[in-house]
């Protein structure tokens, strides 16, 4: 039964991946993770350059599982309501009418999140963690699947509003896209030469079988001594001198759920160390807050969570070949 499971996740993402892949170029790690926030029912902020493909990531998983998209262009004036929307009084029924708002889609593109002030910021959070919003005092649930890729421009810093905490923590994985590969960018202009290949993108998953997927994932095995070194992890990151702030418990089940979609991804009903190890930096590198002292010997967060990684044993996996280092 479990290999069955298994057969259909990796039938899922294999499909979602080739239909992405028809758009994005030369960057099958960076859709592979999105396929994972998307079976772990997470949400993605990607910190990059303008012009890489943020925007064709998020349409073109909305695409390829039949999504509704909608984007919100952040800007300092955007208003809460903006965002999550509001009553608007309707004069031939003298009533008033509640006009959603585009959180209230399936897959929101929320680009240059960091332009937006602190208190529309919020507006997101409680649609992030709780899968609702509210409106006028009224609560509104989201529509399921629900995904948030949100952008931010690392480099243009003026005029923004850094995430706080608590805003950072909501995200399931932070992810770079990074510039194509010289042979890439032959691919990219061959294949957008005549005709944008996202218009002739159709679905090849639908909405109710990635529910029923995300729900699979969860059945995935880890063993106890894989549980044990994903908290010694967690734990290493709280314990670090490079680090001010570790990563919390909301962190560790980000980890834990990640594992289980990625190995399934890969075509396994049990978590291997390796899975684990994959994703720390993607899931922590947000999380986690290193000292001053760390910036100034200019040790990166990703730098950290490598020696961190370094600095734990893993388990022996008899199952897997997985020797102790």
Known sequence: MEEMIVSRIKDVGTRVKE???RVIVGKSEVVELAI???LCEGHILIEDVPGIGKTMLAKS????LGCSFRRIQCTPDLLPSDVTGTYIFNQKTSEFEFRPGPIITQIVLADEINRATPRTQSALLEAMQEHQVTAEGETKLLPRPFMVLATQNPIELEGTFPLPEAQLDRFLLNIKIGYPALEDDHLLLARFRQTDPLEKLTPVV????LLEMQTACREIHIAADVEEYIIRLIHATRESDSVQLGASPRAMLALYHASQALAALRGRAFVIPDDVKYLVTPVLVHRIITKAESHLRGQTAVETLK?????VSVPVE??????EK
């Open 19 to 21: 239909n992405v892949e």
């Open 36 to 38: 994972v926030a998307l």
């Open 61 to 64: 998983l909305a695409r390829s």
């Open 206 to 209: 639908s909405a109710d079988e």
């Open 307 to 311: 020696k961190i990684v370094d600095s």
């Open 318 to 323: 008899e199952e897997t070949g997985t020797e």
